[in-house]
């Protein structure tokens, strides 16, 4: 991502050794039959160090940790950030801090932090109450904080998300992008990115973000509605990633939708079950919250058909770090001893042959 | 890996929508310091679509088979051939069949495989008894067979590693190149690539290949140490990546690293843990058979650091397919209730920071 560093507050890539950014933007032809979509592009962020988009972010941070000579680096985290932060300060010898929810976080994701020799603080509360206590953790001791209401620079890590779309669609702004939203600040700096491109004077418009909640945790989707300000509640949704009841970056993120004259989708838990099914289907394995752009394409897919455009889903986390999400009914396993006459064989080779046949039917 | 399609038999990336190839070739500045080595880089196969250097063949061989309009592939695999295969068939709606050891597989890559609905045939037996099964079952259905011993596309696309290596090293070869060693295809991919920018006269000279086996399952290395043929054993090591006994390309892995006038070496199971652990105290996780080349680095490096040469990493398999063998015994978990005291938080304060006069202190 460093590649950017013109538009960006500095060049970290001396002092960074992971590579960050470069992902593919990729066409998943038989989700685009499936959909009936011909100009569907997915915007790939699970090939980063940690697996998520929150690697930008990290880079940008870490580095700027380092110049200022900080030792310590904490943020709050509903999984992915502190996944992320775990990687990139073991990278540069940073010790990292990281608070999350006790019942909100993902099991193996807090292996994940621990395998990396990080310190994980687990709230008997919700992620708000994480990030209350991360920024006292921080103020107390002198810890540079990673949180995104505090820390400017995880929207300048993250807007260069914007400039590889633009680059990899040769240079031209798509006119949809599909973005999950918990905290809101991919999509502000999603919209960020796009709107430095127009004053660079390489685009001519930016494109229409559309937001997409899980029904469970969707306030800035009701505030977008309503016109007023979001109200904090209670999130309540199976995908982590946006399990977010009150946005640290929402005024932002409401801001960037409305600019941009987007919009804001809600999607259920099963919705976000059946995106991640069909991905996988297309060889594609990203957790709920990673998919929600894809389940919010399905369930407006008649639109985009209708309007033509160019559309981007943004795939925000891999799927790898917590198989508790993967589809497992659609597999078989069968058993066999290693001298298994022809017969056991024959058994096995019937039942591809019948699975073949139901194996690619897919309902949308 | 289509770039190098001049130098393959054809170029799929018309076909084949999952991007592959193209991975980093990083320096390690912390892992370099704690071995005293100025020039290693390593090369981070982890980041394919499946996380293992075997997207690389299963991309090829994939293409091929819908060339040849196949319905079904099938492989035996130790674990990663199988998850990159079910990964590639579902991109392109081909039905997989694999093959696997019931006792050698790793639970969560069949869960894996499953999600991507593929059909998994444990075999109460080795892997080498999976391997027999699989191409009889090849043969009596007609399947495609993406196993090594028989498929020459394999090699094929895993040689294009070398074609990546040479060019991110400014278009030089390396002096030594260390590659995980299980059925051999790798290394003789590599050698294959590496003669190959030798005969297209871009490079004068290819690296010396250092194979690098388990312990317990070195039928190559005592091979090449008697100058005899090797002797198939029992494999005995936790790495599952490269657990064979009986290896499908050994003549072909012997031949290409004695043409590189290069040499095998063993590492024990306790020597791959710490190459692990090392590894993740740089930000990177990988496997134990993904991580023997930095463990059979760290056993020679005396010679590496006389010797002066450039030396590449080949790492070939992401650690987050299995969680079982990452490290756990380094970082924290600390439990604070949502409304804790500044007294709660400081004793976390007081532990960080007697944490972060011992996290950092490597043994080699």
New interface residues.
Partial sequence: MWRWSDLLPFDGSADY???VGGT?L?????LNEWLGLKSLWLK?ES?G?S?SNKDRATAITIVDARRKSM??IACASTGNVASSL????????L?A?LFVS?DGVSP?K?????????????????YE??Y??SE??CR??GWYSRNTGINPLTVQGKKTVAFEIWEQLGRQVPDHVFVPVGDGVTIAALGLGFDELVRCGVADRIPRLIGVQADGAAPLAAAYRSGEQWKAGVANTYADGISVGDPQFGTEALVAVRKSRGEFVTVTDNQMRHAVALL??????FEPAGAASVAAIIRARAMLIDSGGRTVALLTG????D?RW???E?????????D?E?SA??A??A??RQ??TT??VVSL
């Fill in positions: 050794p992971l590579p593919p990729l066409v998943a032809a038989r790939d090939r160090p697996g030792a310590v775990a990687v990139g300060a073991a990278a540069v010898g010790t801090v006790r193996q807090e292996r994940f932090m621990r395998a990396f020799g990080a310190t994980v603080v687990k709230v008997r509360g919700t109450d994480a209350r206590l006292a953790a107390t001791f996988a289907k297309c060889g594609m394995l891999a799927g790898l770090k198989p993967w589809p497992d659609r597999g078989a396993t069968f058993e066999v001893s290693p298994a022809l064989l024959e096995i080779g039942r591809v699975r073949m194996n690619h």
